[in-house]
């Protein structure tokens, strides 16, 4: 299917990310079957669902990393399975991403964890990506940790540091992988309030992925449920409070009894 097969997104323009019909095995197990899911831009969408649902998978899908073995996945109309390699490799640049581990690399100070993808990716002087390095800290609150070592931070810095290098090539999406696992309820809700501001401050669409109930309905603006490799549900998150769907309701309730097993 070529991007022109594309409908309009709600905003008249095309969906910023647009998953069809994709399916994922690996050997024997298969961990997305006939999966759709869109997200419109500028919108915070929270991927709720069990631990080995997919989640992660779904990222690293939409970061053009896996390939689906049957399906389409598009980034702003470009099918990313038909693209040349330097095109994907533009688009990436696009997309922040932000891992559960943070995956700062323990070898670099945070300044240089930071600099790496500018240095990389472009043609900017230290002096530029130094400033760079600077704003994007500040926007989390870290501007006194360049000169660290990651092992110097505590989880909940780590967290935001990994935010703020995943925001220094200003991407349209960022994409967030259990962001809130392991820290205590504070430090939780301070990074979900900075995923919300960051998402009207930097005019980003959020994709978020997590099993937290909590965080989910203070983040979200639309939330999707991903059971068994389909989303089984989604939309706003008064819809998801009200929902019958059993499944859906065993899954926020933390019930033993019902459909999952």
Known sequence: MSSANQEPGADGGMPIVDMKEVVLDFEEHCVLSRLNFRVERKERMVVLGQSGAGKSTLLRLILGVL???AGEVFFRGDNLLQIPRYKLNAIRSRIGMVYQSSALISSLTVRDNLALPLE??????????????????AMV???????????E????????????RALVLDPE???FDEPTTGLDPVLAAVIDDLIIH???QAHATCIVVTHELVSAFRVATRMAML?????IEEGEPKRFRQSSNPV???FMEGQVEGPIR
């Open 67 to 69: 390939r689906p073995t």
């Open 120 to 137: 990389e990716l472009t043609h900017k002087s230290r002096a530029e990506i130094d400033l760079i390095v600077e704003a994007k800290l």
């Open 141 to 151: 609150g870290m501007e006194e940790t360049g000169p660290l070592m990651p092992s």
């Open 153 to 164: 931070l505590s989880g909940g810095m780590r967290k935001r540091v990994a935010i703020a």
């Open 173 to 175: 999406l960022l994409l």
């Open 198 to 200: 960051l998402s009207t």
């Open 227 to 231: 059971y068994r490799g389909r989303i």
């Open 248 to 250: 859906l309701k065993q």
